[in-house]
Structures are given as structure tokens and as C-alpha cells.
T-cell receptor
Framework: IAGITQAPTSQILAAGRRMTLRCTQDMRHNAMYWYRQDLGLGLRLIHYSNTAGTTGKGEVPDGYSVSRANTDDFPLTLASAVPSQTSVYFC???????????FGEGSRLTVL | GQNIDQPTEMTATEGAIVQINCTYQTSGFNGLFWYQQHAGEAPTFLSYNVLDGLEEKGRFSSFLSRSKGYSYLLLKELQMKDSASYLCAVMDSNYQLIWGAGTKLIIKP
């Protein structure tokens, strides 16, 4: 089934540990995004990539890094997790421009 | 700054009609989106408006007034499965999406 796959779906992590959230899409979309969603707040953009080989910072990039080695994969890394990074993380993709976003099922991360 | 406002929560009755409002102030405008998000699930696309007026899609309609910075999502013949959060998002001049916090819609029998 075409779409976006995220892994893991849920993770509990000790503060200070390194963590990579994986995201893979098979729709050949150029643009990919990482959002975090916290209760009472709108989706906030962490990082994005308009095409393979390029990345950009979103609204809340601090403490996160991304890479886009190919069209399909867009991993998000927390170098040293902190409790404020406890959130639900959504990966999304689009054709770019004003195209609709397609979301993965989300990764629920708890940092203790 | 950029801002999207929508009500936090609304309650409606099965079979009725509900209107969810969204007002926005953004740097430029390249369209307004509505997404539906069931609890514990990913957002899914509902509608896109870039020109003023009403876009109808089955039981759901979305309206836009660019001069007023205003949109609404109209849901008719409400069903229990419509219980979800409805997210309003505006694409700014840089083609970045600015998201509202979402409106939680509760449907009662």
C-alpha cells in the first residue's frame, strides 16, 4: 500500500540518549516534512526537505537534525534527548508547492 | 507574527449541521487547507481553498474570504464518525504551512 511509513510507532527514551525516527515514502514525492504535535498547539514544523539532497529548518529545529540522501527516506535525529522533546512526531510528504500533505501514522516519543 | 485561530472545542448532534470557523493572519497567502484528525491517528486532507467562495465535497464544504482572513468548514448530516479534530492551515508566501491548534468536534447521539 502506497504511503508513508514511520518507525518506531512508540518509544520511551532516557534523557541524554540519541534517537533516530525513521520515515520512508513510496509516492516519489519531492517534499518531505517533520512535525511535532503537542496538546493545545498546532502542528509545528521541525525540518523540511524540498528535494533529495537539500534540507531546511522549520519553526522549532533546535535539538533535531535531518538528512535526505534519497527521495524516499527522511530520518529525524535527536542527538541528546530532553524531556521537552516528549511529543508525537509526524512525517509528511507532498508533491511540493501548494500540494496536500500525506502523513505517516506518527511516532509517540516519551523522554524521561 | 503569523496566527491561525479556531475554536478549541465544539459539540453537535448527530444528523445536524456544524460550522467550524478559522481566522488567519499570515505573511502572504497561497491557499487554506482543512484536515481531519481522529484521536491517535494522522491528519488526513479534507479541502483546499485558494479563491474566494464555497467548495463543496459531499457532506463537507469549505468557504474562504481572503479579504476577511476567514474560512469555515461546514459539515452536514453529522455522523458519529465525524467526531475528530479539524485542523485549519494556511500556506504563506514561502509555501510553508501555518497550522491552527485544531477544533475538537464532539458528536452526540
Amino acid at each position: 500500500i502506497a504511503g508513508i511509513t514511520q518507525a518506531p510507532t512508540s518509544q520511551i527514551l532516557a534523557a541524554g540518549r540519541r534517537m533516530t525516527l525513521r520515515c520512508t515514502q513510496d509516492m516519489r514525492h519531492n517534499a518531505m516534512y517533520w512535525y511535532r504535535q503537542d496538546l493545545g498547539l498546532g502542528l509545528r514544523l521541525i525540518h523540511y526537505s524540498n528535494t533529495a539532497g537539500t534540507t531546511g529548518k522549520g519553526e522549532v529545529p533546535d535539538g533535531y537534525s535531518v538528512s535526505r540522501a534519497n527521495t524516499d527516506d527522511f530520518p529525524l535525529t535527536l542527538a541528546s534527548a530532553v524531556p521537552s522533546q516528549t511529543s508525537v512526531y509526524f512525517c509528511a510528504s507532498s508533491d511540493g508547492g501548494a500540494g496536500e500533505l500525506f502523513f505517516g501514522e506518527g511516532s509517540r516519543l516519551t523522554v524521561l | 507574527g503569523q496566527n491561525i485561530d479556531q475554536p478549541t472545542e465544539m459539540t453537535a448532534t448527530e444528523g445536524a449541521i456544524v460550522q467550524i470557523n478559522c481566522t488567519y493572519q499570515t505573511s502572504g497567502f497561497n491557499g487554506l487547507f482543512w484536515y481531519q484528525q481522529h484521536a491517535g491517528e494522522a491528519p488526513t486532507f479534507l479541502s483546499y481553498n485558494v479563491l474566494d467562495g464555497l467548495e463543496e465535497k459531499g457532506r463537507f464544504s469549505s468557504f474562504l474570504s481572503r479579504s476577511k482572513g476567514y474560512s469555515y468548514l461546514l459539515l452536514k448530516e453529522l455522523q458519529m464518525k465525524d467526531s475528530a479534530s479539524y485542523l485549519c492551515a494556511v500556506m504563506d508566501s514561502n509555501y510553508q504551512l501555518i497550522w491552527g491548534a485544531g477544533t475538537k468536534l464532539i458528536i452526540k447521539p
